[in-house]
C-alpha cells in the first residue's frame, strides 16, 4: 500500500476571497474564471512588490495577472473533464469561483457498501477516469476527505470515515497519481446536509488549484 502524505496548499486566486462577482453574459467559463484568475493574479503581483519595497508594482501586478489567467483557464478545463466523465453517475463537481478549487462529492452508494471501506468494483471505472485526469493535470494536489452520518457510534463513524478516504486516495495513487499530491482525512460527521442520513456518507474530492502552471 503506498504511504499517503499530507499536503497543504493555498491557491494565488484566494486573495479574491469575497470580492469577485461574475454578471458578465456571453462569455464562456473558461473565459471568465482565466478573468478571475487574472484579477488575483494581479493583485498578489502588486501585494508582493509592495511588501519587498519594490519599485515595478505595476509590471509585478502584469506578471500576475498573467499567471493567474493561466490558472484559471487550466483549472476550468479540468472541470470540463471531470464533469464529462462522471455525467450520471451522480458524483456532483462542483468550482470555486475565486479560489479555483474543483471539488468532487462521491456519494457512499456509489463508492462503499453500507458499513464498509473496501471499495465497490463497480465504482472502478469511474475512479479510473478521474485518476486520468488528475494524471494529466498534475500541477494540482488532492485532499480526500470522508465524511459519516450522525446514525450510530460517533467515534466508528469517526474511523470509518478516515478508513474510506484512505481507500480513495490509496486507490488513486495506484491509479499513478503521485502519493506526495493527496493527503486522507476523516471527518466523520462533522458536516451535516439536512435531515436525512445518506447524503452525509460521503467522499470529497478537493482538487486545489496551483498558484503557477507551467
Do not use: H, W
Amino acid at each position: 500500500m503506498k504511504k499517503i502524505l499530507t499536503i497543504t496548499a493555498v491557491s494565488a486566486s484566494m486573495i479574491l476571497a469575497g470580492c469577485a462577482s461574475t454578471g458578465t453574459t456571453g462569455v464562456n467559463d473558461t473565459t471568465k474564471k482565466a478573468g478571475l484568475g487574472a484579477l488575483g493574479g494581479a493583485a498578489l503581483g502588486a501585494a508582493i512588490s509592495k511588501a519587498t519595497g519594490g519599485e515595478k508594482t505595476g509590471r509585478d501586478a502584469a506578471i500576475g495577472a498573467a499567471i493567474g489567467a493561466g490558472v484559471g483557464a487550466y483549472m476550468s478545463k479540468q472541470e470540463a473533464k471531470l464533469r464529462q466523465q462522471t455525467a450520471g453517475t451522480g458524483i456532483e463537481v462542483q468550482r470555486d469561483p475565486v479560489t479555483n478549487n474543483i471539488n468532487l462529492s462521491i456519494p457512499e452508494a456509489i463508492t462503499f457498501n453500507v458499513g464498509r471501506y473496501d471499495i465497490k468494483p463497480s465504482s472502478y471505472n469511474t475512479l479510473n477516469q478521474v485518476a486520468s485526469t488528475l494524471n494529466q493535470y498534475n500541477q494540482t494536489t488532492v485532499m480526500v476527505n470522508g465524511y459519516a452520518s450522525i446514525e450510530g457510534n460517533a467515534n466508528a463513524n469517526q474511523v470509518l470515515s478516515q478508513n474510506r478516504a484512505a481507500a480513495v486516495a490509496n486507490y488513486l495513487a495506484g491509479q499513478g497519481v503521485s502519493a506526495s499530491r493527496i493527503s486522507a482525512i476523516g471527518r466523520g460527521a462533522t458536516t451535516q446536509f439536512g435531515s436525512s442520513y445518506e447524503p452525509n456518507r460521503r467522499v470529497e474530492l478537493t482538487i486545489l488549484a496551483p498558484q503557477s502552471v507551467n
